[in-house]
């Protein structure tokens, strides 16, 4: 546990990995009313300090997104706090036309899904949700996942897994979209905050620096892409192998990226499947 004001607590869960990094943060608002944001994995001890360091006045439990790092804890809270659950849906929520199409195939995606996820009240665009010392404004932030919410504090954001500091967010097709995410980075800067609290990695001090570093990023993948495809159809998988440096644990993650970029040029007419569209299927430069 590390404080870092005097209403707000961050508690890291036990849950390290490629994709996680240092684990889950979960963030504790509030003195009187205390929101939990990102209860994270379903892990007693986790559980167990949230629980602790709420006191007894635990009175609302906030879900970026239903991922298991982030959800998966949610029923065991609800449960030993009667807090109720706020979550824009489930964890199929708010996929776009183009992915709400392409999850009846083959295209995989959606590694940590929590289809037991169900909140106790939904949340869109704009709505407010305060206490007597807090008050925050829900984000829909798509990208990472079709349903994604960050939570404006004042100046500053809680951005789940949109923005890190430490690594870039995996955009994994039919969960993840990539036109989405460019769309989110975009906002976030004309909000323009002046810190964000990411739910993996340290808080980002310089957020207008970070969002377009991320944004420059996805642009120049895009066209190392369209340049590899300029030798002929590929897919996603030898595009991976090709683009990224990364050891082999992290390939599938890259290959889902790889994937994302393919559909966002495909939506565009500047690339279209050969044949079939699916997870494996190989693509050429019209």
Same mark, same amino acid.
């Given at each position: 546990?590390?404080?870092?004001?005097?209403?707000?607590?961050?508690?890291? &869960?036990?849950?390290?990995?490629?994709?996680?990094?240092?684990?889950?943060?979960?963030?504790?608002?509030? @003195?009187?009313?205390?929101? !939990?944001?990102?209860?994270?994995?379903? %892990?007693?001890?986790? *559980?167990?300090?949230?629980?602790?360091?709420?006191?007894?006045?635990?009175?609302?439990?906030?879900?970026?997104?239903?991922?298991?790092?982030?959800?998966?804890?949610?029923?065991?809270? $609800?449960?030993?706090?009667?807090?109720? !659950?706020? $979550?824009?849906?489930? &964890?199929? #929520?708010?996929?776009?036309?183009?992915?709400?199409?392409?999850?009846?195939?083959?295209?995989?995606?959606?590694?940590?899904?929590?289809?037991? /996820?169900?909140?106790?009240?939904?949340?869109?665009?704009?709505?407010?949700?305060?206490?007597? %010392?807090?008050?925050?404004? &829900?984000?829909?932030?798509?990208?990472?996942?079709?349903?994604?919410?960050?939570?404006?504090?004042? +100046?500053?954001? /809680?951005?789940?897994? !949109?923005?890190?500091?430490?690594?870039?967010?995996?955009?994994?097709?039919?969960?993840?979209?990539?036109?989405?995410?460019?769309?989110?980075?975009?906002? *976030?800067?004309?909000?323009?905050?002046?810190?964000?609290?990411?739910?993996?990695?340290?808080?980002?001090?310089?957020?207008?620096?970070? =969002?377009?570093? =991320?944004?420059?990023?996805?642009?120049?993948?895009?066209?190392?892409? =369209?340049?590899?495809?300029?030798?002929g159809p590929a897919d996603a998988a030898t *595009?991976?192998?090709?683009?990224?440096?990364?050891?082999?644990?992290?390939?599938?993650? &890259?290959? @889902?990226?790889?994937? #994302?970029?393919? =559909?966002?040029?495909?939506?565009?007419?500047?690339?279209?499947? !050969?044949? +079939?569209?699916?997870?494996?299927?190989?693509?050429?430069?019209?």
């Amino acid at each position: 546990m590390d404080g870092q004001t005097k209403d707000l607590l961050r508690i890291l &869960a036990p849950n390290p990995s490629p994709l996680t990094g240092p684990g889950t943060n979960t963030f504790l608002l509030g @003195r009187d009313q205390v929101a !939990v944001i990102d209860p994270g994995p379903d %892990d007693p001890g986790h *559980l167990d300090a949230i629980i602790r360091a709420g006191q007894g006045r635990i009175s609302h439990i906030l879900v970026t997104h239903a991922h298991r790092d982030h959800s998966a804890g949610v029923q065991a809270l $609800a449960r030993a706090t009667g807090a109720p !659950v706020l $979550a824009f849906g489930d &964890a199929l #929520a708010g996929r776009s036309p183009l992915m709400q199409r392409l999850a009846g195939g083959a295209t995989g995606g959606g590694e940590g899904l929590d289809l037991a /996820f169900a909140p106790d009240m939904t949340l869109r665009d704009g709505d407010v949700i305060e206490a007597s %010392d807090w008050r925050l404004t &829900a984000l829909h932030t798509p990208g990472h996942s079709g349903g994604h919410l960050s939570f404006q504090w004042g +100046e500053r954001i /809680f951005c789940g897994d !949109v923005v890190m500091g430490w690594s870039s967010t995996i955009i994994s097709p039919p969960d993840g979209d990539l036109a989405d995410y460019l769309r989110t980075l975009d906002r *976030l800067a004309q909000i323009a905050p002046v810190g964000l609290l990411p739910a993996h990695g340290d808080p980002i001090e310089d957020p207008l620096r970070r =969002l377009a570093e =991320l944004a420059a990023h996805r642009r120049e993948r895009t066209a190392q892409i =369209l340049a590899a495809l300029r030798d002929g159809p590929a897919d996603a998988a030898t *595009l991976a192998r090709r683009l990224y440096d990364v050891p082999p644990v992290l390939l599938p993650a &890259a290959t @889902r990226n790889v994937l #994302a970029h393919l =559909l966002a040029l495909a939506d565009l007419g500047a690339v279209a499947p !050969v044949g +079939e569209l699916h997870g494996g299927a190989e693509f050429l430069i019209l």
